[in-house]
């Protein structure tokens, strides 16, 4: 469906057979869903919009959301009920801080996505791609970084965004652009800026970090312009042939 100018696109027109790479559909471990039957309403959606295949990709951090680790989580992913028409797989979103350097002493233990790629996040209000060193010790424990939403991070907020952006690209790490972001859902900084490294070339995948129905209505309705929706083809792409083998 094209809006009545066609000078719009609906997102959700892309996202036919969609592999997501991020969400927070496995019930009761974070702040997404926090039941069966809530995970089952967002599935729901998920596959109305063109959803075919969703990696759940919980919060791991620590003295949050008690503490989850791999074991808590893969014993509630046994739990979880299927959904028809979408394929579900466990990974994680590791939040960088200084105990993530204990999930590295025991890499093959952590919650990697196709071909070891791994899932983490920054706090919003870090002002300088830091925790390099961590990222470094987990490339050179076979692990493949994904950092998760870098256009909502206060580092990419100022003119130093390019170069702190760069210090992570710099080193092979792959940006995943949220799709909320990319609607304006956080912001019109925020929103620029997505932009800005979307068409800088920055970002490898797009995720859709699914919480709740606000995300999907969010979705369902949000249009980008016809640049944004060429520039984020590859990237829907790379969800599937790299992520999803
Ligand atoms: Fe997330």
């Known amino acids: 469906m094209f809006s009545f ?24 471990v974070d702040d997404g ?12 959606e998920l596959v109305n919009l063109g959803f075919s295949h969703v990696y759940l990709t919980p919060h791991i951090i620590y003295g949050c959301y008690g503490n989850q680790t791999s074991e808590t ?14 394929e579900y797989r466990l990974a994680a979103e590791y939040f960088l801080d200084e105990k993530f350097s204990q999930h590295l002493t025991e890499p093959n233990k952590m919650l990697t996505m196709a071909d070891n790629h791994i899932l983490v996040e920054y706090g919003l209000q870090v002002t300088r791609a830091e925790y390099l060193d961590m990222l470094f010790e987990a490339s050179l424990a076979g692990l493949k970084i994904i ?8 580092f990419a907020f100022d003119g130093r965004n390019m170069h702190e952006i760069e210090k992570l690209t710099s080193k092979g790490y792959a940006l995943q652009l949220n799709m909320l972001s990319l609607l304006g859902k956080n912001g019109p900084k925020v929103k620029s800026i997505a932009e800005e490294l979307l068409f800088k070339g920055k970002y490898t995948f797009l995720g859709s970090d699914t919480h709740s129905r606000l995300y999907t209505n969010t ?7 016809p640049k944004v929706a060429e520039a984020i083809k590859p990237l829907i792409a790379n969800n599937k042939e790299i992520l999803w083998k």
């Open 5 to 28: 100018f066609k000078k719009k696109v609906y997102l959700c027109d892309l996202l036919e057979d969609f592999h997501d790479v991020h969400s927070h559909l496995l019930w009761g």
């Open 33 to 44: 869903a926090p039941r069966q039957d809530s995970t089952d309403r967002i599935a729901a």
């Open 73 to 86: 989580l893969k014993a509630r992913f046994a739990e979880l009920a299927p959904y028809e028409g979408l």
């Open 147 to 154: 950092i998760a939403h870098p256009e909502r991070y206060a």
């Open 219 to 225: 979705i369902k309705e949000g249009t980008i312009s």
